[in-house]
């Protein structure tokens, strides 16, 4: 069983670990202090979302787990190699595994949801749920895939704001900020396409990306918290003002129409 002393343990030994790369790499605590708060956020968005699935009390607690530790492979991830792309790096969710076996931090835990968790977090940022018959790991796979996103958009779109005055190329995984859109990414989104990693050039193109992840939201949820927050808008309003980019926001206007008026409110 997991237990409410558990999940407390864990948010305790999460803050020692951040802090640990807090001291020791004082001049990256900013980077490190914005992941570690993404991941409390993540904690807080998925068990919102998971209350509105009607859960029971011991899913409700496992998608914590997996909302506080989807991120903790960035944490090594950043001090070894000063960036969040993992393609110039390592893949950070099996970064993330590694590092709660190597703390045995989830031995208290049945096996089966040892293996929820791990696979939920390797699972969090594939372009898509990879195969699985495991239905529970389908399930919890998807729940942390919308509360990561939400919580991305929230950070982006805040970091848009001051960009300006306080650049932070980290989180723009140090693409260029240039005028072009690829011509892969654009197509990938008319056709409300999950953009791939590989094919981003530009800031442009990763902020493109980052709205087509609305083509890939799993809960009703999700789709009326983007709603209600305008995250899009904000970022739509970073882009180009041209052609290619009023087609995405048409397609991308269209699709909230066709799913939030099934939504009740
Ligand atoms: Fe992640």
Redesign the pocket.
Known sequence: MITKNIIKSYKSWFDNYVNQFVLQYPDMSENIEIKANHSRKVRKEIVALAQSLNLNNEELLLAEIIGLF??IG?FRQYAKYQTFSDSKSQN??ELGVEVLKENNILNDLSKKNQEIIYNSILN??TAKIPPEKNERIVFFSKLIRDA?KLDIWRLITEYYMVKEQKENKALELELPDNDEISDNVLESIINKQVVMKESMKTLNDFKLLQIGWIFDLNFNYSIKRLHEKKYLDKIFKTLPNDDRINKVRDIVDNYFQEHIKILTY
Request: aromatic share 0%.
């Open positions: 989807h991120d960035r950070h969710a969090h940022s990561d």
